[in-house]
């Protein structure tokens, strides 16, 4: 893994979280994105060289619905850069960790995605991120 690529945090009402974060990093959002396979609106800010993501769900049914029901709002991942993400797939299931999805899909940001299940991973969501060219 390459770095920490960002920082996810689930919010119930994506609009009222971007005027909060915009106070506390004293700059606006750079962009707002729609997941629809993963029922999921994304807002990007950037602070110094880190970045968070905040994520809404757009129907009660999705993941961060489902997160912000049973934990709340808070952190929902912790999201790491690779170069390769199937290699990192292989290698990371070779070393034991579950992971959720073996085939990487599209998400947000221009981004390949795979998460390791929280189980594996002392209660951390974990996102593998490859840059699509």
Avoid: W
């Amino acid at each position: 893994m390459d770095k920490i690529e960002h920082i996810g945090i689930a919010v119930k009402d994506l609009e009222t979280s971007n005027k909060l974060f915009a106070g506390l990093f004293g700059t606006p959002h750079y962009k707002v994105e729609e997941v629809a396979s993963e029922g999921v609106k994304t807002s990007f800010f950037k602070s110094g060289p880190n970045k968070i993501e905040l994520l809404e769900a757009t129907n009660p049914d999705s993941p961060i619905a489902k997160f912000i029901d049973k934990k709340g709002e808070g952190i929902h991942h912790i999201a790491f850069a690779v170069t390769d993400i199937v290699s990192e797939i292989t290698r990371l299931k070779g070393e034991g960790f579950i992971v959720l999805n073996e085939t990487p899909k599209k998400g947000a940001d221009n981004k390949l995605v795979a998460f390791l299940h929280p189980k594996s991973t002392n209660g951390v969501l974990i996102e593998l991120c490859q840059e699509i060219d």
